[in-house]
């Protein structure tokens, strides 16, 4: 439903006439998962494919959703909504360098197996070669990986919540793989994130109290980040995604995780509780929350390159993100890189004073990083301050505080000077 609040700020859509038509084409392109159970049981009760109607279907098992195509039409269907997504969102163009995250999180870092398995998969894909960087979290300190490993241990211990700590790492992570793409020479970074993935997301989000900012991290395009970061998996189920490899014969790893003990690994219990129930309930999360109005940095900057086709440039300019304007923000969270609500630049003080102390990092961040990953007890701040990477000091420093006077400006007639009573 449409809010009509005039104070909202999660930046949800209000009355929009093509609200329909836009869900209508989307659902051309949507996961095969919210196809009716009814369409599914009639064609595979001839033992024939859904859309083709000639080829007997991937499994007999008419329960399955993944069962109700040939594995021609599966391909077809799967591989047509990565290039729409693509090419609709203007992700790459000819001249673009692209760093592909292959894997992450702990495992991939503790497992030399795994990591001997990714270098063979990498080594055997079709030319031209690809360059593969195993990359810990802890190098966001120094190229020192013993110094670094110890300084990220401090920072975690520093964390007393178990999402904080979760979240924290996630963070770092897209800081490691930033400081990768910036070094050698990319332009683009691309992550496999899928709809099952965003899902949770927009669940734990939502619980966190991120609702603000959960436009920026759901969209095709985020080019807050010095490289940008692209979804073009977005509109893909991990069940497709796993159905394809085990069809066309794809090596994959799978890592040891232990089960998240926090907010994070509740809400992935949840989400997966609800796709066995009904397997359009991933999808339908991530539509609804995809009717939030983008930031403006969700979407890549038009292309002026007479060497990029003009198909490309022309592509660009249709689909292009037309976000609302008045919800720009210019001013993130320095440990999140999430975009600050207006009650959160409020509640900053003395903004034309602040300088690297502790209480000045409490007032650099969004609500949900000050409650669950900076430490409320003050002798383990001053701990979590003194082993941040630099490039989390970096943004205290430089990118938001040059912008407190400019939001000092924009909220003045909300501040009471020192002469106003405030009574």
Known sequence: MACSASTCQSNCYRDQPQEEEEDAKHTNTNSIATNTISNNNRNNSHGLCLKCKANPPISADTHADDSRFC???????????????????????????????????????????????????????????????????????????????????????????????????????MLALQKIASQNGYNRLLLGSCISRIACHVITATVKGQGYSLPADIQYVDSRWEIPVLLPLRDCLAQELNMLCRLDGLKTVDFIRSPGSGINGLVSSFVSLLQEENPSRECTIVRTAGKLIP???????????????????????????????????????????????????????????????????????????????????????????????????????HDNLDNYSVLREQIQDCLLSESDDET
């Not at 990498?122 to 979290?137: G, H």
């Not at 037309?322 to 923000?329: A, D, L, T, V």
């Open 71 to 173: 594995a021609d039409c599966f391909r077809a269907n799967l591989f047509g909504k990565f290039r729409f997504a693509v090419t609709s969102n203007a992700m790459i163009s000819p001249t673009d360098n692209v760093l592909v995250a292959f894997s992450g999180g702990p495992s991939s870092s503790e497992q030399d197996n795994a990591i001997g398995d990714i270098t063979s998969i990498v080594e055997n894909l079709a030319l031209p070669t690809k360059q593969l960087y195993v990359v810990p979290i802890e190098s966001v300190y120094s190229e020192d990986s013993g110094d670094g490993r110890e300084r990220l241990k401090k920072l975690l211990d520093a964390v007393p919540d178990a999402t904080g700590r979760e979240d924290l790492l996630l963070h770092l992570r």
């Open 295 to 397: 930031f403006h940095f969700n979407r890549i900057q038009e292309i002026d390159d007479s060497n990029v086709p003009l198909a490309t440039r022309r592509r660009q300019k249709r689909y292009n993100l037309k976000p609302n304007e008045c919800f720009s923000s210019e001013s993130f969270c320095f440990i999140c890189n999430g975009p600050l609500s207006k009650s959160d630049l409020l509640s900053l003080r003395n903004l034309e004073q602040c300088q690297t102390s502790p209480d000045t990092f409490v007032g650099a961040c969004c609500s949900s990083c000050r409650f669950q990953v900076l430490p409320q007890d003050p002798s383990l701040l001053d701990q979590f301050s003194a082993v941040l990477p630099r490039q989390l000091v970096a943004r205290v420093k």
